[in-house]
């Protein structure tokens, strides 16, 4: 201890900081942070006070400013320029957790799809409750998917993007009364779940008792799909209502056609 210092060499303030020995010597190049004391055999002194001021220089480079930005802010100091750098970092900050939160839920939702996909069978119906969701639509399409479903298809993906700021698979809707008279193929919409913490939202998914099936393989497999979950409503007294909703819960692990696997959700009502 030196005049009521204690000075630690470069190799015990880098491990007392957790940083690398070499990144102390580089910032003392630089004139970016340099050690208390020098003696004339160039050897590096650095005092406990010093730690702040590294942690400030060691967070403000996490955060993304360059060690440009750095020098420039210590070339002259004040509160008011130091105030509106952490504001602007601040405001990046809360964008990209914004954004790893967006793709935390992309992720976890991705998880979720292919965990239920592992234990899919192909035409097994049962029964679940489910909480209303909010959904975003497309624009109308026909069912043919031809060119013009797969214009509206393009413009509902640009969509899902500006929203979310990410693409996104989506489903396929079809009224409930379609399906009642064998008419499959007649969709009036794609679909694609909303988030509660983005306001966009075109419908509600109703809260309510809910059919769910499987269908595996291509989508010529579904129209059989579609008379098993009529015949099991016939069967139990159910009424089918609303919509049914078409979403894919493999694509990501998707190597054969013959694997797709589409899950069926169509809200039912007892019979009186």
Known sequence: MKNGQYLYTTGQFARLNGINKRTLHYYDEIGLFSPERKDDNGYRYYTCFQTVQLELIVTLRKIGL????????????SGSSFAELIAEKKSLID???RELMGAKAFLEQKSDKLSLSM???HGKIDTLSLPERKILLSAPITGSYGDDDFAVAGDFSLRLKSVFGLYDNFGSRIPAENILRGDIHNYDCFFAYGRNDIKDCDDIRPAGDYLR???????????GVYRAICAFAE???????GHAYEEGLNEMTLRDRDDYITMILIRYRKRV
């Open 235 to 241: 069967d139990n007294c159910l009424e089918l209502a």
């Open 95 to 97: 964008r990209s957790i």
């Open 119 to 121: 234990t899919a069978q």
């Open 213 to 223: 099936a499987f269908c595996i393989g291509g989508w010529d497999r579904l129209a």
């Open 66 to 77: 360059s060690i440009e930005e750095i020098l420039r802010y210590q070339e002259s100091p």
